[in-house]
Structures are given as structure tokens and as C-alpha cells.
């Protein structure tokens, strides 16, 4: 009889001087950082600078072309598809539900990799994927086509399917698109509540400064930036990076960091 995978401890993740490409056109160069298991990690630049392309050569979707990223040692491209699907949940900004499936049944498509081959689902693993619904606020839809979503369901869907993966590590690009400002928060809260690493490509920069241990700011090809948000996104950083005027400020009640964005006169 064959035993499910044993369960997968969060690395630490090494990423050493690599370049990542797209079409073939090399987008980022030498990025170096490092990522200590459980950091939520977020990485910002304009639109092109190459978010999305270094996201997916740490997931080992698509291959650094220059460097390594390591977990725990190991260089991604060297671990097995089936087990590095048991340590890294991917869920793409373009990937929507497949319109044949029932919303339930695309979730547990996240189980896969955990099973043993020729397994099927298990009750205990049904109860994952329900769980996984209810935190994204899907759980009444289990049982709806998932070409009756709307499009921040769909979106919502795929996250719930990268939930149930139950991965230590969960990459995330551009996960609060499509989605409404009362589930922007949310989201966010449930990133923050995770277990594990994530790794988010992100486009608001201001949540950033609320939600997220690290920050990496992409621009001109290159790693521009890297620390802690509250004191890598200072003004001087977003003219250079992002050509806005803006200052961080303080809540006057929670004292949580905010920014204060304009476009600034030299940039009309």
C-alpha cells in the first residue's frame, strides 16, 4: 500500500545572481536576495519591469537564464515537478477556471500532488477544499460551473485552489486583481495570516507598507531596492522608480504607515 508524501517543512529560498527572460528577452538581471522561511515578501515595479517573469523563474516555471535559485540548498530546476508542486502553490494572474469543471471540483485540483498515484480524493481532503473556499468566500458556489463566476470569483477560485495545494511556500502574481476593495483587505489579511512564505507580485504599493516583511522593487532591469517596506519606500524611491511624489504618513488612530501619492510637476 503506498503512503501519501510525507509533509514539507517552509525553506529558506536563495536566489544568487539570477537573470530571468521572456520570448527569449532577458528582462531581469543579477538579482540577488535572500528569503527566510515564513517571510511574506513582496515584489513591486512598473508595469514591464519584469515582476511577473522573476516570480515565475523562482517557481521554476520558467528557468533563471543566468544564477540559482535555491530552496534550502537545493536549485530549483533540480527538484522533481511532483515534489516541487508539494512545496511551491503558483496561481498566474491569466489562468482562469477550466468552464467544464464545477468550482469544487477544480479546487481539489490543487490535492494532486499530495495523493499517491491512481489515489482518489479522500474526505479529509474534501474538507480541505471546502475550507479553502470558505476563506476566499466561495464555499455556498462549491457546487456551481465555474463558468458562472464572475471575474473576481474566478480570481478568488484560483486562489482558493493554490490554498488547498497546502504548499510552505505560496507565489502569488497580482492576486488582488479583479477583486473589489472589501476583498483587496481580506486577501491581504489571509496572506498575512499564512502559515508559509509568499511571494507576491503586487501593483498597490501603499498595502505593502501594512502587509508584507520585505519588499523587492524591480526597475530598469535590476533590483533596485530591498528591505523592510517602511524603510525601502521612501519618497526618494518612488521618484525614482515609479515617477510619483510621495511621503509616508501615520494614522492618526491605528498608526499604521500609509502613502501619500501625487504625480508630482515634474512628471505631468
Do not use: Y
Amino acid at each position: 500500500m503506498r503512503r501519501a508524501p510525507a509533509a514539507v517543512t517552509t525553506p529558506d529560498i536563495r536566489v544568487e545572481d539570477v537573470s530571468a527572460a521572456v520570448g527569449g528577452k532577458t528582462v531581469v538581471e543579477h538579482v540577488t536576495l535572500d528569503i527566510p522561511a515564513g517571510t511574506k515578501l513582496a515584489l513591486v515595479g512598473t508595469n514591464g519591469a519584469g515582476k511577473s517573469t522573476l516570480l515565475r523563474a523562482l517557481a521554476g516555471i520558467n528557468p533563471a537564464v543566468a544564477g540559482v535559485v535555491t530552496f534550502d540548498g537545493r536549485p530549483v530546476e533540480r527538484i522533481k515537478p511532483r515534489e516541487r508542486a508539494r512545496i511551491i502553490s503558483f496561481v498566474s494572474q491569466e489562468e482562469t477556471p477550466p468552464a467544464e469543471l464545477r468550482l469544487g471540483e477544480m479546487v481539489a485540483l490543487g490535492r494532486i500532488p499530495h495523493r499517491p498515484p491512481w489515489a482518489v480524493e479522500s474526505g479529509s481532503e474534501e474538507s480541505i477544499v471546502v475550507d479553502s473556499l470558505r476563506k476566499v468566500g466561495l464555499d455556498r458556489r462549491i457546487d456551481s460551473p465555474c463558468d458562472h463566476l464572475s471575474g473576481g470569483e474566478r480570481r478568488r477560485a484560483m486562489i482558493a485552489r493554490g490554498l488547498a495545494q497546502q504548499c510552505p511556500v505560496l507565489m502569488l502574481d497580482e492576486p488582488t486583481n479583479h477583486l473589489d476593495i472589501a476583498w483587496q483587505l481580506t486577501l491581504l489579511d489571509l496572506i498575512k495570516s499564512q502559515p508559509g512564505t509568499v511571494i507576491a507580485a503586487i501593483h498597490d504599493i501603499d498595502t505593502v507598507l501594512r502587509n508584507f516583511d520585505l519588499v523587492a522593487v524591480l526597475h530598469r532591469g535590476r533590483l533596485w531596492a530591498f528591505g523592510d517596506p517602511v524603510e525601502v519606500i521612501d519618497h526618494k524611491l518612488m521618484d525614482e522608480a515609479f515617477e510619483v511624489d510621495a511621503d509616508q504618513f501615520r494614522h492618526p488612530q491605528t498608526r499604521q504607515p500609509h502613502l501619500l501619492i501625487s504625480r508630482g510637476k515634474d512628471h505631468s
